[in-house]
């Protein structure tokens, strides 16, 4: 129970409101506060990418909007991915390690790291936190994790920019805002469907190898 209390109290931080005001209270230090919110995403997994990418969208305009949330982003987790790499078999990593996610992440990107951390990227929500983690222990290849991470994420930053620079648009026209909430619903509903997919796929790896070594 604290630690869920503790996970809303977070939460209640970042509403969009709390982050315009942010983003305006560090204006003369230009791109650096957009930058630095979406960065902290990998180290602060509650806080909401959706909401972050898209007031950065909102505050500093498509493209800009969506640059810094990009180079963030790609920030964060490639230094999570690091320093994981860097520290791993230390006790706190050991404990990650032995996470289910992080278990069913390492066994695949032992096989096909690429496809794992590009889907995944694509997705404005899920278990990206454990996936950054999962890849360092494993020691995915550096420069095939960057360029998974930087092309997923794109593409999701891109899309929820588009959201965060035409809400108004969007609020005018209330209909249209069924499609953001597909939107949301369908990549809630692919992140699952993903990592069931890959659960199927290792265990009959997991399977198969067991037959061939009987």
Not at 41 to 66: C, D, E, H
Not at 87 to 116: C, D, H
């Amino acid at each position: 129970m604290k630690s869920l209390n503790g996970y809303l109290d977070i939460m209640s931080y970042f509403t969009q409101s709390n982050l315009e005001w942010f983003l305006d209270q560090f204006r003369a230090l230009g791109p650096l506060p957009g930058i630095l919110l979406t960065f902290l995403k990998s180290f602060i997994p509650p806080m909401p990418t959706i909401v972050i990418v898209g007031v950065n969208a909102a505050v500093y305009g498509l493209w800009a909007g969506f640059l810094y949330s990009w180079i963030g982003m790609v920030a964060g987790c490639f230094t999570t991915f690091l320093l994981v790499r860097k520290i791993s078999g230390t006790p706190l990593i050991e404990r990650w390690a032995k996470k289910p996610k992080v278990q069913r992440g390492m066994r695949w990107i032992q096989r096909n790291g690429f496809s794992y951390v590009f889907l995944l990227g694509i997705l404005p929500v899920g278990p990206f936190v454990a996936v950054n983690v999962a890849a360092g222990l494993a020691r995915m290849n550096v420069m095939s994790y960057l360029m998974a991470v930087t092309l997923g994420k794109g593409i999701m930053v891109f899309c929820v920019s588009y959201i965060g620079a035409n809400l108004s648009d969007l609020m005018a026209e209330p209909f249209k805002l069924l499609g953001v909430l597909a939107f949301i619903l369908l990549s809630l509903w692919s992140s699952r469907k993903l990592d069931s997919y890959f659960v199927r796929k290792q265990s009959f790896h997991d399977q198969e190898a067991e037959l061939n070594s009987n």
